[in-house]
């Protein structure tokens, strides 16, 4: 079909989808092929070009000199038919063109609109890329057309698969679906497709393909069958797929004869218009499809210029071959059948054709024909308005309509800019790519048997926000009893507080679900390691989030804290009672007979071992840490110190009562006595002070003994300082119990030596128990064994020492007389 101009633009549609080749032989001649099988929305296709030209035409402000014609082919649905009609249009029908003389043939076209079908596209673009010559698809869709150095004129108002795939993975994530199959065509668009799904996916690591299975081509029952059954097993639920019309109605066929269903199909822009599969036959299991579709537009006149075509329409010029096929196939008619009941009069009522035809509420590959012609109209236009000296080219040359070469217009075609009457902005990037937009389509069937294919949502790429995705799921309609989308994964997600472990041999969406280990959590979903809570802190029971860890020591607010505090003040009020009868009963006989003034001393310093204790309970601070060694030091130091002396009075005095004795007590006089204490008691201050300037104890959180809570303890700094403290009280207690230990057969009456002898026995055998207990006590525990060996020495100290004398104090006061204590045998 041809329409003469000034400059013709061509077009490639398949008006026929099928074609029958002649058999050929080696004397025969060669025959072209016979096309069959009409196709309606083909032919809209072809006129929509038709109308585009014509609307140019008639405006004014678009090449207002200038005549646009047309020449358009017919591809039959066959490669060969399509190459030879591009072939025939970028080098016209006359092996010699003169576009200024009166030539009888066709002159080339400036550009082709086409063609549909991507492989067909690639043969005719690689070929026309040679001279440069321009062709604009709007239906090819392979990502392989982007190749600029392959297709250096190839131009297309659709988006790329490239584009097409990743809006399908924007789908997918949007409803969680990481388990999906992909059915694809065995041609250059569905293998194309099938490797960029796989790498894009791979890539965003939002899913996993449990299949992929290429289309027979010609509709082979077995491969099918397979096929289905392979959908059938599969645990993914939903289904991609990227093929032909012609492929899906086998498959469709086989999908009702094994009635799968429970299946949520997505369609490619190939696939959302196919209206041979929305019948009653395939809704039952197709209604519900969501799809990308070519963008929606609106051509304002296209419905009244179809509703205008006459066939018989043809003169020298023009050719109405394709308008007159259309007719036969719309009224069942023939044309040049006079006579007949089968003729064509021409004049039959053109709106009681399919009304599918008419029908202009829907027009998306007309919407991409209509850019398309508006793309090459604004391109001319832009080149003939080119000032001489301010061109693109050499010298500031500009393109001569007359001599134009090829690769000069494509230029202008790669710069055009330009927004259509629907408000969408038409350019082309550097590889030829239009700014894709697709529109998201949901088929619903509707009580009357009738399909709407209803715009639910878009997804495009703006130069400013990248690509969008909008999806209005109020407006969708699920195939599913619960009406909501389904589920499609491989694993169920991981919930916080586990992690994921991939399934030996299986995709990365197969896996188990582990839980995170003590001391580590994971906080969301799907988390590929769980990671390990600070220092401070422990995971929770759930592993989903890390909390303080539990803190110990020996804490006042415990039973045992609370018993040792008890046992401790009640060890202070019992020394001062016992200091205060002392005081009462400072005169008596028993008091006097042994020291009462190192007697007030040692019920001191046992009231200080007993306060001392006080500070291993609670939470260990700086100072606590400093003070608690230093002070129990001291403080039995103190009292040992007084023991010993005591003990040594004794034997000094006893040693005195024999002849030649007396100058022994020179030795132990009241001076002495307080001296000897004080000094042996300054050396151990001189070790805690030692100890305390060089290395001093200090708190320590301590995470070694249990990983889920905080053991605060006072580290002793220096082991040899504590060492060197608690040997030196052990001296003085050894020293103590070997003297008492001498003097123990002494007279009873006035010796101290058998009671001293206990006490240290006690004292002694109560810091020997101490050391292994408190090494192998862990945490608040070393503390409350140290605090009872405090308890306790001070304990045995108080009651060996001075129980006796308290019991004839309050008691036995007739023991309590001078006479008493000098009379040493009255009891023997």
């Excluded at 072939?87 to 550009?111: F, N, T």
């Excluded at 036959?281 to 051509?299: K, Q, S, V, W």
């Excluded at 769980?530 to 989030?545: I, L, M, V």
Aim: aromatic share 12%; proline share 5%; charged share 15%.
């Amino acid at each position: 079909m041809h329409e003469p101009g000034d400059v013709l633009l061509g077009g490639l549609f398949e008006v026929h989808y099928s074609s029958v080749f002649p058999k050929w032989t080696f004397t025969s001649e060669p025959h072209q092929p016979v096309c069959t099988g009409f196709d309606i929305l083909g032919f809209r296709q072809a006129m929509t070009m038709a109308f585009a030209v014509q609307e140019i035409n008639k405006n004014p402000d678009l090449l207002p000199n200038l005549t646009l014609g047309y020449r358009l082919y017919d591809n039959c649905g066959a490669l060969v038919v399509g190459f030879s009609g591009a072939l025939a249009l970028a080098s016209g029908q006359e092996e010699v063109i003169d576009l200024q003389g009166g030539c009888a043939g066709s002159p080339p076209v400036l550009g082709i609109v086409g063609d549909s079908l991507s492989t067909f596209t690639i043969a005719s673009a690689s070929v026309l890329g040679l001279y440069r010559k321009p062709m604009v698809s709007f239906f090819a869709t392979c990502s392989c057309l982007t190749n600029r150095q392959r297709f250096p004129s190839f131009f297309r108002t659709i988006p790329s698969d490239a584009f097409q795939v990743r809006a399908m993975i924007q789908i997918l994530k949007h409803f969680g679906w990481t388990w999906v199959g992909l059915l694809v065509s065995d041609d250059d668009y569905g293998l194309h497709v099938a490797r960029s799904f796989q790498s894009d996916l791979a890539q965003s690591g939002q899913g996993c393909l449990a299949y992929l299975e290429v289309l027979p081509w010609d509709g082979d029952l077995s491969e099918n069958r397979r096929i289905v059954h392979v959908i059938k097993e599969s645990t993914a639920r939903v289904l991609m797929m990227f093929a032909h019309e012609f492929h899906m109605i086998h498959l469709m066929e086989e999908v009702v004869r094994q009635e799968v269903t429970g299946l949520q199909w997505l369609a490619s822009e190939a696939m959302t218009a196919a209206a041979v599969l929305q019948t009653p036959d395939f809704m039952p299991y197709l209604n519900g499809t969501l799809g990308i579709a070519i963008r929606r537009g609106e051509i304002t006149g296209l419905r009244d210029f179809l509703l205008r075509i006459r066939p018989g329409q043809s003169s020298n010029n023009t050719s109405y071959d394709m308008v007159q096929q259309f007719w036969e196939y719309s009224f069942q008619c023939k044309f040049g059948a006079s006579g007949s009941a089968e003729a064509c009069t021409g004049d039959e009522n053109i709106q009681q054709v399919d009304a599918e035809f008419l029908d202009v509420s829907n027009l998306r590959p007309e919407y991409n024909i209509y850019k398309a012609v508006y793309a090459l109209a604004y391109a001319l236009d832009d080149m003939l308005q080119c000032e001489p000296g301010r061109g693109p080219f050499s010298g500031g040359s500009c393109a001569d309509i007359h001599k134009l070469e090829p690769w000069q217009f494509v230029h202008y075609l790669q710069h055009v800019n330009f927004t259509t009457t629907f408000g969408d902005q038409v350019s082309f990037d550097e590889n030829g790519d239009v700014l894709p937009i697709y529109d998201i389509v949901n088929w619903q069937w509707l009580p009357n048997g009738r399909t709407e294919v209803q715009n639910v949502g878009e997804v495009k790429r703006s130069p400013s926000r990248g690509e969008e995705l909008q999806i209005h799921e109020d407006k969708i309609f699920w195939n599913f009893e619960s009406n909501k989308p389904p589920q499609s994964v491989c694993s169920e997600s991981c919930p916080p507080g586990t992690r994921m472990s991939r399934k030996k041999g299986q995709p990365v969406c197969c896996f188990d679900c582990l839980p995170c280990s003590e001391g580590e959590i994971s906080n969301t979903t799907d988390s590929m390691e769980c990671t390990s809570c600070p220092e401070d802190f422990w995971s929770s029971p759930q592993r989903d989030h890390c909390v303080p860890k539990k803190t110990e020591f020996l804490s006042y607010h415990e039973p045992l804290g609370v018993c040792l505090t008890a046992a401790s003040l009640l060890g202070t009020v019992i020394s001062a009672v016992v200091l205060g009868i002392f005081i009462h009963h400072r005169s008596t006989p028993v008091v006097r007979a042994n020291n009462s003034e190192l007697s007030f001393l040692l019920l001191v310093s046992l009231k200080l071992c007993f306060l001392c204790s006080l500070l291993f309970i609670g939470r260990p601070r700086l100072w606590t840490c400093q003070l608690r060694h230093a002070a129990f030091g001291i403080s039995f130091v103190l009292c040992v110190s007084c023991i010993l002396v005591k003990t040594m009075v004794v034997l000094a005095v006893f040693r005195a009562s024999k002849p030649g004795g007396g100058a022994t007590l020179k030795w132990f006089g009241a001076m002495q006595q307080r001296g000897t204490v004080l000094g042996l008691t300054f050396v151990q201050a001189a070790i805690c002070t030692a100890w305390l300037v060089s290395y001093s104890p200090e708190p320590h959180k301590n995470t070694q003994y249990y990983n889920y809570k905080i053991v605060y303890e006072c580290v002793v700094g220096s082991p040899i300082g504590f060492s060197v403290l608690m040997g030196y009280i052990g001296l003085l207690a050894v020293l103590s119990f070997q003297l008492a230990f001498l003097a123990r057969n002494l007279p009873d009456n006035f010796n101290e030596a058998k009671l001293i002898t206990f006490s240290m026995l006690i004292f002694c055998a109560v810091w020997v128990a101490f050391v292994p207990a408190y090494i192998n006590s862990p945490g608040k525990y070393a503390d409350a064994v140290e605090v009872f060996a405090i308890l306790a020495s001070s304990f045995g100290l108080l009651v060996a020492l001075f129980g006796p004398k308290c019991y004839i104090i309050l008691l036995r006061p007739e023991r309590n007389t001078k006479k008493a204590i000098m009379d040493r045998d009255t009891r023997k």
